[in-house]
C-alpha cells in the first residue's frame, strides 16, 4: 500500500522557523523524485521544493528560495524520508504543505503520489 505520511506543520510566528517531514512507503521511492506543494485558502496549489531521485539535484520555487531547503533520506529500502526545512518564515507561507513523489518538475502533474498535506500558519 503506497502511503505518503507528511507532518510537522504547525501555528508560528513570523521570522520562525519549522520543518515538514513526509515518509514514502508502499513502492520503491528511491527511484522517484520527491517534492512539495502548498496550497494557501483561496488559491491554487503552487511548486514549493523538488529533489531528484540522487538527491544531487533540487529546484526551488522562487519565493522561498534561499529559504526552504529540500533534503531526502534514502538510507531505509523500505521508507524515504523527505524533509523541508523552512526559515525566516513569513505570513504569506501559512497554506497546507502536500508532499508528492513523481517525475522531477515543477509541474504538479509530473506526481503521481500524494501525501495528505499538513497544515502551517505564521502568524505576523
Known amino acids: 500500500q503506497v502511503q505518503l505520511v507528511d507532518s510537522g506543520g504547525g501555528l508560528v510566528q513570523a521570522g520562525d522557523s519549522l520543518s515538514l517531514s513526509c515518509a514514502a512507503s508502499?513502492?520503491?521511492?528511491?527511484?522517484?523524485?520527491m517534492a512539495w506543494f502548498r496550497q494557501a485558502p483561496g488559491k491554487e496549489r503552487e511548486f514549493v521544493a523538488a529533489?531528484?531521485?540522487?538527491?544531487?539535484?533540487?529546484?526551488?520555487?522562487d519565493s522561498v528560495k534561499n529559504r526552504f531547503t529540500i533534503s531526502r533520506d534514502d538510507a531505509k529500502n523500505t521508507v524515504v524520508l523527505v524533509y523541508l526545512q523552512m526559515n525566516s518564515l513569513k505570513p504569506e507561507d501559512t497554506a497546507v504543505y502536500y508532499c508528492a513523489a513523481g517525475t522531477y518538475s515543477t509541474d504538479p502533474s509530473g506526481y503521481k503520489y500524494w501525501g495528505r498535506g499538513t497544515r502551517v500558519t505564521v502568524s505576523s
Open positions: 529533489i531528484d531521485w540522487s538527491g544531487n539535484n533540487s529546484v526551488y520555487a
Open positions: 508502499g513502492r520503491t521511492f528511491s527511484n522517484y523524485a
